[in-house]
């Protein structure tokens, strides 16, 4: 889809199989499952993710789309982040709320599954999307996004 002239993806994530390899740790690079980085004691200065698992009513402002969390490791990280201009909102939150069950890569590697080795034999055969909708991990992710959306209209 195009927006302000500017192609932009805007497709459910439950419909992308990319997200949903990624979701389901099949498509990470081996180094990710022993990862000696995933802890709370980061190497860099600044640490950048997808803020999963915060509670969005509880921010100052609405952002118009994603939250990232920015975690400044060391001053330096710190010292780069108040030069950012103005425009970009920023809110300074607990670490707390950041260390939750969602974000597992601050306490540990991305755990390797059956179905990594499942999806790379497949991959070698078929291409990416084919490789995607022969894991276990796809039909669970699928479960989990409808079961997600009954509870949503039940819940109306």
């Known amino acids: 889809a195009y927006r302000d002239g500017e192609l932009v993806f805007d497709e459910p994530c439950f419909e992308d ?10 498509i990470h690079r081996d180094a990710c499952y022993e990862c000696p980085y995933a802890c709370n004691q980061r190497a ?6 997808d803020f999963w698992g915060l509670d969005m009513s509880t921010l100052g402002a609405m952002p118009p789309g ?3 969390v920015v975690l400044c490791n060391t001053q330096k990280g ?5 030069k950012l201009p103005s425009s970009v909102y920023l809110e300074e939150r607990e670490f707390s709320e950041a ?5 597992t890569n601050l ?3 991305s755990a390797r599954t059956g179905d ?3 999806f790379i034999k497949a991959y070698e055969q078929v291409g990416f999307d084919s490789a995607v909708h ?6 669970r992710f699928r479960l989990r996004v409808l079961k997600h959306k009954v509870m949503g209209l039940v819940g109306r």
């Open 66 to 68: 994603k939250v990232s």
């Open 134 to 139: 022969k894991t276990w991990a796809w039909r």
């Open 116 to 118: 990594r080795q499942r």
């Open 78 to 82: 710190a010292d780069v982040l108040a």
């Open 107 to 109: 306490h540990e590697p």
């Open 99 to 103: 260390d939750n069950e969602e974000q």
């Open 17 to 26: 199989e990319y997200f949903s390899a990624f979701e389901a740790g099949v």
């Open 44 to 49: 860099g200065d600044i640490t950048l993710g």
